[in-house]
Structures are given as structure tokens and as C-alpha cells.
């Protein structure tokens, strides 16, 4: 396996060491990681019912007791 953020090669015995850096060959690696998603360069897609719909449901259900 390689380190996401460096490539570096991981041996097998990584997964098993309470370093706490895996995926990541160090400390550094997953902070630049950290320092990514806080950053906003990783998104999680958004599927697209959720796209089409974007009224808050509170909004919709003021909406529908309005009617009444």
C-alpha cells in the first residue's frame, strides 16, 4: 500500500503500529490531508434528488400548514 498524500511504499507491519498515522507513512502526511478537507478541497458529492430539492424541510412544512 503507498500513503496517499506521498506515495511512499507502507510495509505490512504499518497497519498494526499504534503510531496512528495509517493510511499515512507519518504525522506530517496526515496533516496535509487534515489541512485539505478544512481547506475544501475535497467535497463529498452531492447525489441528485439532493441537488433538485434544496428547501430546508422546516421551510416546506411551514409551507404545507399555511394551506390548511
Not at 511512499?8 to 496533516?31: H, I, N, T
Request: aromatic content about 8%.
Amino acid at each position: 500500500m503507498h500513503c496517499p498524500i506521498c506515495k511512499r511504499e507502507l510495509d505490512d507491519a504499518a497497519q498494526s503500529r499504534k503510531s496512528g498515522f495509517y493510511p499515512f507513512c507519518s504525522e506530517r502526511c496526515k496533516l496535509i490531508d487534515l489541512g485539505r478537507w478544512l481547506d475544501g478541497r475535497y467535497q463529498i458529492p452531492l447525489s441528485p434528488e439532493e441537488e433538485v430539492d434544496s428547501t430546508p424541510p422546516s421551510v416546506a412544512n411551514q409551507n404545507d400548514d399555511d394551506e390548511l
